[in-house]
């Protein structure tokens, strides 16, 4: 069968057949750009629609990842050049539309990709239920987040870019069969909180129609602080482009290349020992939030919500590798594991969970009911190292602010 060609409101695209091992056939659509390329001029600045193109693009193969928050060495194809999204389809035409699933993906706003899940497993699963998925790229880290706290430089541009996909979707999904009004925005981690945002901006809570949000939600201690214009501000001064005039920050550090921004992100450090050890992250900006959470989730429209964590989410802390740029501050190693203790889970009690200068006067009280529901309820007789790595993933940041 020859590959699918589909015209879209900016020019035609052609993808690919994938036989399934069922024997159905899965229409795949890669590289498809939903904004123009956030470089030079545009680097900085909310993403623009894409310009029609001629001829028929190629959706053949992926585009790079977006440029990482720092380097990663388990992602090495990016580049600036990626706001793109990726469209995998049942081929089999129905007389009804076809849902949509929306995945925005996780690590920290600081890196990974929507290029990371592949297209052939999200065919397999989902293209015999009779469901389309979209995975995007959005910008990470830095070029995604910096902001100097002003109405000219006021970050979330990787909030912006989620949304500038979410409109490509809802206005050329229907060609590839989709359905406009059945799209559920689905994330995990950093992607959770982000389909949690989607859900209460004024911006994008009207275009779709249901959120699943994984191990995420825009209310948990992570996700936004205005800590990142005192971050965005040290960055500035490294790569010697501070001001006080926000433009001028912004025109500066559109000269300098990806490699002095990641080598200045780097000499500053890509994450903090913090309950929040995200470096760069959304904020209350007064646009694509224009007022508070609280406000917010009153005038947004209700919608069926799917949320949740895994067993042992907190070993994610225990698995990846220490050059994880998004949560190294609080990882324990494997070399350290093989010598945890109750000293160390006390330890990391006191001076990262609840520390005095978050905690202030109460900063006892707490400790002692975190040690001793995290630390010493039900010890065993002779704890190996095990048991206490398990009790200090049980402790971890994602689940130990609710007890207080």
Request: net charge negative.
């Amino acid at each position: 069968m020859a590959d699918p060609i589909v015209e879209t409101n900016y020019g035609k695209i052609q993808g690919f057949s994938l036989t399934l091992e069922n024997g159905l056939e899965a229409d795949v659509f890669l590289r498809v750009p939903f904004a123009q390329a956030p470089i030079e001029n545009l680097r900085l600045e909310k993403p623009q629609p894409p310009k029609k193109w001629e001829g028929v693009h190629d959706s053949t193969y992926f585009s790079p990842s977006c440029t990482q928050h720092g380097r990663n060495p388990s992602i090495t194809d990016t580049d600036e050049d990626s706001l793109y999204l990726n469209i995998i389809a049942p081929q089999k035409k129905s007389s009804e539309s076809y849902p949509v699933l929306f995945w925005i993906h996780a690590s920290g706003w600081a890196t990974g990709s929507g290029v990371s899940h592949g297209y052939k497993g999200i065919a397999e699963r989902w293209a015999p239920q009779g469901i389309i998925v979209v995975t995007i790229n959005y910008r990470l880290g830095a070029l995604g987040w910096m902001s100097t706290g002003t109405k000219s430089f006021p970050g979330n541009l990787g909030l912006w870019d989620q949304l500038a996909a979410l409109k490509f979707v809802n206005e050329n999904i229907k060609y590839f069969g989709g359905d406009p009004n059945r799209i559920t925005v689905w994330g995990a981690s950093a992607g959770g909180a982000s389909a949690s945002a989607l859900g209460l901006s004024p911006h994008s809570r009207d275009l779709f129609q249901k959120i699943i949000q994984m191990s995420g939600s825009l209310y948990a201690e992570w996700t936004t602080t205005n800590r990142v214009v005192e971050t965005s501000e040290k960055l500035a001064e490294e790569l010697k482009c501070s001001n006080k005039d926000s433009e001028k920050v912004k025109e500066c550090i559109k000269t300098k290349t990806v490699d002095e921004i990641q080598d200045a992100v780097e000499k500053l450090g890509t994450t903090r020992r913090d309950v929040n050890t995200m470096i760069y992250n959304p904020r209350i900006d007064g646009d694509f939030f224009p007022d508070s959470f609280e406000e917010l989730i009153k005038k947004a429209p209700k919608k069926p919500t799917l949320t949740g964590i895994g067993q042992d989410e907190g070993s994610i802390f225990t698995t990846l590798p220490k050059d994880n740029a998004a949560i190294d501050g609080i990882m324990i190693s494997y070399e350290q594991q093989r010598n945890y203790k109750r000293e160390d889970v006390v330890k990391f009690i006191k001076e990262v969970v609840a520390s005095e200068k978050v905690f202030g006067n109460r900063v006892k009280e707490v400790q002692e009911k975190l040690i001793d529901f995290y630390v010493d309820r039900d010890v065993p007789e002779n704890p190996d190292y095990k048991f206490w790595v398990q009790r200090y993933c049980d402790n971890a940041p994602l689940q130990v602010l609710t007890l207080v």
